[in-house]
């Protein structure tokens, strides 16, 4: 028995060659409305061209650019004189098959996503490619590979981000992500919260809470070394129990400052009612001969242990709007520095100028001028010199562009709002008698309404403030809301 081999000759209209790039010209009607042709692009293309462009000839002898547009721009940047190019004579008279071409091409051609990218880049490190050869290659810096690598080599970081399989990873979340790596309940809180848009409120929350279990085992330890006692809750304490700042001596003549309280057989250390740090307290003030100051509404009916719920409800709630807080101003620093914003996006920025400003609004314009405010149109601007501030103001706003100058009343606007939106005490979420007015509230909550529509992902407890409900440190508001804006019909803006 023989075995004959048959050659199949192929037919295919494509040649390649290498054409000046004099000879090429864009097509007329690309497709492709955006090149997106960033630097990580340019100098991955001006290592080495890894696909040819496809071009099809022209009667006058030059060759019109069918796929490859974002490659030629960069060519003709840097001069190239010769472009390596496939041809396929059969679309020279098609111009429809061009058009088609041009979606096939495109459909044909899916980018790898950031992880997927971190993932190969950790394994040719692995394989013996030094970091400078692999950003020499692919166009990335030297600390974006070095970063990829680290992330790669997490494999349960990078097994936990393949679960939001729609989520658009960004290199600076799966290195955030990879802080996690030994915590897989972390893990999958973040994987949840990336596929419900709310990646950067969970990760500040679980910032916050690490560091300050760091924190709070260190100052224990530091009480345990001095020799004091430490109560570890602060419903333990018994109700005659007094800090230490609110002690004067029997005769009320002068304070006891904490140095001169440690010999005090009543002397401990427990947990302040409602902040997240340890607190001196004397267990028992009459027993040892202390009197104690009295602070104007410091009385109360209710023990330490029947306070305890509301106490701690308000302490979570206390963390949890300190960490939106702090995702919302990362949304509002990359929202306010982008070059562009859409037309729909304007119509809303310049409205909430327009009613601020008409009606007086003392939130939308009575603290621009804080500390807190000018701090963050400073930051906005990017403003390093504080002293400098007026100055520059003034040049940035003569130079900017007619289509960016709406932004800037929007910064004042914002950056005032915040100054109350984001104080320090956490009040604008509460709704006892320590929060702030039903009004102020309202309002408030239309600033964070206004926010989604520009396409920030609020918390939970920033949406309990919008639908004017009290949080009760759920996600429970924010899925009924969520429900009532997919019945309205309600889109909000691409974020990007």
Request: contains cysteine.
């Amino acid at each position: 028995m023989t075995t004959e081999t048959v050659e199949q000759i192929i037919q295919t209209p494509f040649r390649f060659e290498d054409v000046p790039l004099s000879q090429l010209t864009a097509h007329p009607g690309n497709v492709r409305e955006d090149l997106a042709v960033h630097d990580r692009f340019r100098r991955s293309l001006r290592k080495k061209l890894r696909t040819p462009l496809l071009v099809t000839p022209q009667a006058d002898g030059t060759y019109k650019v069918i796929d490859g547009h974002r490659r030629l721009l960069v060519m003709i940047e840097d001069k190239w004189e010769t472009v390596p190019v496939v041809i396929d004579d059969s679309r020279a008279e098609d111009e429809a098959g061009q058009y088609v071409d041009m979606v096939t091409t495109a459909e044909q051609r899916v980018g790898l996503n950031t992880r997927e990218k971190a993932a190969a880049l950790f394994q040719a490190s692995e394989l013996g490619a030094g970091v400078k050869a692999i950003a020499t290659e692919t166009g990335w810096t030297q600390k974006d590979v070095k970063t990829a690598v680290q992330v790669g080599r997490a494999a349960k970081t990078m097994e936990a981000a393949a679960q939001a399989v729609q989520y658009a990873w960004t290199l600076d979340q799966l290195e955030a992500l990879a802080e996690f790596e030994d915590d897989l309940e972390a893990l999958a809180e973040l994987t949840e919260a990336a596929k419900g848009n709310n990646f950067a409120y969970r990760l500040r929350r679980l910032r916050d809470d690490r560091e300050e279990t760091a924190r709070l085992a260190k100052e224990r330890a530091e009480f345990v070394a001095a020799g004091v006692t430490v109560i570890d809750e602060y419903e333990a304490l018994p109700d005659s129990a007094t800090r230490i700042h609110e002690l004067l001596t029997h005769d009320r003549a002068k304070t006891i400052s904490e140095e001169e309280h440690k010999v005090c057989r009543g002397h401990v250390a427990a947990p302040a009612e409602y902040g997240s740090h340890w607190v001196t307290y004397c267990l028992k003030p009459a027993l040892y001969d202390h009197a104690v100051r009295q602070s104007p509404g410091s009385t109360t009916t209710t023990t330490k242990a029947e306070d305890k719920e509301a106490r701690q409800r308000t302490i979570k709630g206390n963390k949890h709007y300190k960490a939106a807080t702090a995702a919302r101003r990362e949304w509002l620093n990359t929202w306010m520095t982008r070059k562009t914003f859409p037309r729909d996006a304007q119509v809303i920025m310049a409205r909430f100028v327009a009613e601020s400003t008409l009606r007086g609004d003392d939130l939308g314009i009575g603290d621009v001028t804080s500390e807190d405010g000018t701090r963050m149109v400073r930051e906005w601007l990017g403003i390093a010199d504080a002293s400098r501030v007026g100055t520059m103001t003034a040049e940035i706003v003569a130079q900017a562009d007619a289509r960016r100058l709406a932004l800037f009343p929007f910064m004042a606007c914002v950056a005032s709002y915040e100054k109350t939106t984001g104080h320090k005490d956490n009040r604008p979420w509460r709704t006892d008698r320590q929060g702030l007015s039903d009004r102020t509230r309202e309002r408030i909550g239309a600033y964070l309404s206004m926010l989604v529509q520009l396409g920030h992902s609020v918390a939970p407890i920033e949406q309990a403030i919008i639908d004017g409900e009290a949080y009760d440190g759920t996600e429970h508001a924010a899925k009924v809301s969520a429900v009532k804006a997919q019945e309205a019909g309600q889109d909000q803006l691409d974020p990007k």
